[in-house]
Every structure is written in C-alpha cells, then in structure tokens.
C-alpha cells in the first residue's frame, strides 16, 4: 500500500467534471470510477479498455497498476492506475474528453511530474523550503494577527490552503455556512439560524443582541449575525475553537499535507470529535432566509416598541412643561 504524495487537479474544458490525480512515486494515478468521471464513460466501459491494452501489451500491467490510501489519513486502499494507462485508455475513449486530457497530461502534467521531482532533487541540495507551503504558512500567521471575525479568519485559511478553492464555484458559500454550522453547533448544540430564530426577541433590550458593531447601538445589519446573539462564555468558547482550528490548520501546512474543501470538511469533524464536541449532521431545521425574515420582523417590532416609548417620554416631558407655564 502506497501513500500518494500530493494531489493535481485536472478541470475538464466543459466545466462539468473536476477529477483529483494522486502523485506518488513520480507518477500521477486514477482509479477506474476517476477515469470513468475523466472521460464521461461508465467504469465497465474503463475495465473494458483497460483489459485491451493489458492484453496488447502496449504497457505492462505491473508497472501501470497500484494500491494507493483513496483518502488521506483514512487506512483504506483502492487500486489505482498510472498516467501510462489513462493515457492508453483515453486513446481509446471517443469524443472531446479523450484528447483534452492527453494534450494537458502530455503538454503540463508530464512536464509537472519532472520538474516537480527535480526541483525536490534541488531542494535537497539546497536545504530550502517547499515555495508553495512557506507562502501558506506565512498566510496563516497573518490571518491570524488580523482583526477580521473569527469565522473570517477560518473561511481564509481554508480558501488559502485548498488548491481547488475558487471564489465563482456555486458550491463555495453553501460549503463555508456548512462549516460555520458546524462551529456555532459545537459550542451551543443550534445551527446559525436556528440560534437567530431562537434568540431574536422584539420585548427583550437589544433585541437580544449581545454585541454589535455600532458605538450608538444595535443598526440592521447586526441583527442577522448569528455571533452577535452568543453569550460571552459562548464567545469565549468561539474563540478558542478558533485559535485550535487555525493551530491545525498551520499543523498540516507544516507537514506538507496538500488539501481540497472536501478534505476540510472531512477534517472537521473528526477534529470536532477529537476535541470531544458535538458534531451536526445535516443542514439543521432552519434555512438563513428563515432566520433573516425572522430577525427582520423581529427587528421592526423591537423599532416600533422603541419609538412608541420615545413618543410617550416627549408626550410626557411636554405636559410636564405645559403644567409649569399654568403655575407661573
């Protein structure tokens, strides 16, 4: 069994597929259901293609097939084929994903694998650091000295540490508000929403705010902020999961270990289970347009409230003064 030493994404040009090669022993590997996904064929028709050129002996079988951990740091393998075999197959493939991939393996990947390796070669010799994960480690230390939120602050260790982070993805916000989720659950058992809806309170002072931007009190926008309904005991338990996620963060980028958003949110929960929290399951009972609809109303009859209580200090203050001019 074969620990992969990094991991290269291929985009297909259509957009629709996204496969995840796994380098190790100077070579990039695949699965059969990856190259199904690569070319946009089923995995029979790749074992079928794989048996042809085995038994054309274009390549020989033991050198193109392996047994690679399919997840980082899980003790599970799967067999894996090498970038000859993919190669071989996707002459086989009809249609555009078959010569796509070999112009970018033959053109990029090829070129990746060998100055990739010869550059380790160098930095042995020279004793420096890997570029990449210098520059990420650099990164995190910075986020961490920054005054941005401290949901902020992980939503930017993960985008800076994720090789297929891209800001357009549509699955990008849906996947940082899960991890969000995950965070508020752990230190007080409810979703963000649920925790808005539960919390926000018209009769109450603040509204139930705990803290706000704002030096002149509570505006709009502070309403719709699930941190700003958290006790301080429950701020003080943000914090430190904070600070321990971004210390994990900087632990793997020490290590070398490259990352996707999967991974992170893998990683989350056995570090949630580690550090012996709750973990939510699922995206929790209330959706954030509920929870915004909500603390909008709530917000607008806390306004109303606050404005009848004006109205009837200036009501009372003018009949206070009426009364003095009549005893003069």
Same mark, same amino acid.
């Given at each position: ?102 112009? &970018? ?106 803290? &706000? ?57 056995? &570090? ?57």
């Amino acid at each position: 069994m074969t620990h992969p030493d990094e991991v290269v994404i291929y985009n297909t040009d259509d957009g629709k597929a996204q496969v995840r090669l796994q380098v190790a022993e100077h070579d990039a590997w695949l699965t059969q259901k990856q190259m199904a996904q690569l070319f946009d064929v089923t995995t029979s028709a790749i074992s079928h293609h794989i048996k042809e050129v085995t038994l054309s002996r274009e390549i020989g079988e033991e050198s193109t097939f392996k047994q690679l951990l399919k997840v980082p740091g899980q003790n599970r393998s799967v067999n894996h084929y090498n970038l000859d075999m993919i190669i071989a197959v996707g002459y086989r493939v009809r249609g555009p994903r078959g010569s796509q991939f070999r112009t &970018w393996a033959t053109q990029v990947l090829r070129e990746y694998l060998v100055k990739g390796f010869a550059l380790d070669d160098q930095r042995l010799k020279s004793d420096n650091h890997d570029t990449y994960f210098d520059e990420l480690l650099e990164r995190i230390r910075e986020i961490r000295l920054s005054e941005r939120q401290f949901f902020r602050k992980i939503c930017d260790v993960i985008a800076a540490s994720s090789s297929d982070y891209n800001p357009k993805r549509t699955d990008v916000q849906q996947f940082f508000a899960s991890i969000q989720n995950k965070l508020h659950f752990a230190v007080h058992g409810k979703t963000a929403a649920e925790l808005i809806i539960a919390r926000a309170d018209a009769a109450k002072d603040n509204m139930g705010l705990t803290n &706000w931007d704002s030096v002149n009190g509570p505006k709009t926008k502070d309403v719709i902020v699930a941190k700003n309904y958290l006790t301080d005991d429950e701020l003080r338990e943000m914090a430190r999961l904070t600070t321990m996620y971004l210390d994990y963060a900087e632990d793997r980028a020490d290590k070398r270990q490259g990352m996707l958003l999967s991974d992170w949110k893998d990683l989350t929960d056995k &570090w949630l289970v580690f550090n012996e929290r709750e973990v939510l399951t699922g995206a929790g009972s209330r959706s954030h347009k509920q929870a915004t609809d909500y603390a909008m109303e709530q917000w607008e009859a806390h306004k109303r409230t606050l404005d009848a209580k004006v109205d009837a200090k200036d009501m009372a203050a003018l009949e206070a003064a009426v009364r003095d001019m009549k005893n003069k």
